[in-house]
């Protein structure tokens, strides 16, 4: 029976891992890794918007080296979750925005792609009805192992000229 219990133990002992590195992803912000999407950008649309009654309006930015590129091949989408579930998606140094209830949140950003360690960040923020918040992914000035990208805070002045010099980004889930 002991040698039973030690064995599936030893077996299940990775699907645990994965399950753990699962649910630390998740609480990080960041959605499920097999969810992707398809993203167009817009270069002739900047729209901004007010937060609903009751809610705050966060706005995201993809400004990272790859995305600045201006070639890419098969495209650099990066996706952008909070608290567990995926929001949408950007291209090649866009933005989107969208509303958030009040409370503390997870926001994440991650490239789609099989490996989640390529790039990923992650930060916690709190959030105000009637607020808006703007976020943007950055090049770490002094990168760590496996840290490709930051996600900061952008002053309200500064988020409006990446406003004004970003695409709009549409996207959708792929199927």
Not at 19 to 38: E, Q, V, Y
Not at 125 to 131: D, E, H, N, P, Q
Not at 143 to 165: F, G, H, R, T, W
């Amino acid at each position: 029976m002991f040698k039973t219990v030690v064995l599936l133990l030893f077996l299940a002992s990775p699907l645990m891992a994965q399950d753990d590195a699962s649910r630390a992803w998740m609480a990080a912000g960041c959605g499920p890794n097999d969810i992707s999407f398809d993203v167009k950008t817009d270069k002739k649309q900047h729209p901004t918007a007010q937060p609903p009654a009751g809610k705050a309006l966060v706005f995201v930015f993809a400004n990272t080296i790859p995305d600045n590129a201006h070639i890419a091949i098969g495209g650099w989408i990066s996706r952008f979750g909070v608290d567990g579930v995926w929001v949408g998606a950007t291209s090649m140094k866009s933005y989107f925005f969208f509303p958030i209830d009040p409370g503390e949140h997870h926001l994440c950003v991650s490239i789609q792609s099989k490996s989640v360690e390529a790039y990923s960040a992650a930060v916690s923020f709190s959030a105000t009805a009637g607020s808006v918040y703007y976020f943007t992914t950055k090049d770490p000035n002094h990168p760590m192992p496996k840290e490709q990208v930051k996600l900061v805070a952008l002053d309200p002045a500064e988020a409006d000229l990446y406003i004004a010099s970003s695409p709009f980004s549409t996207f959708h889930q792929k199927k």
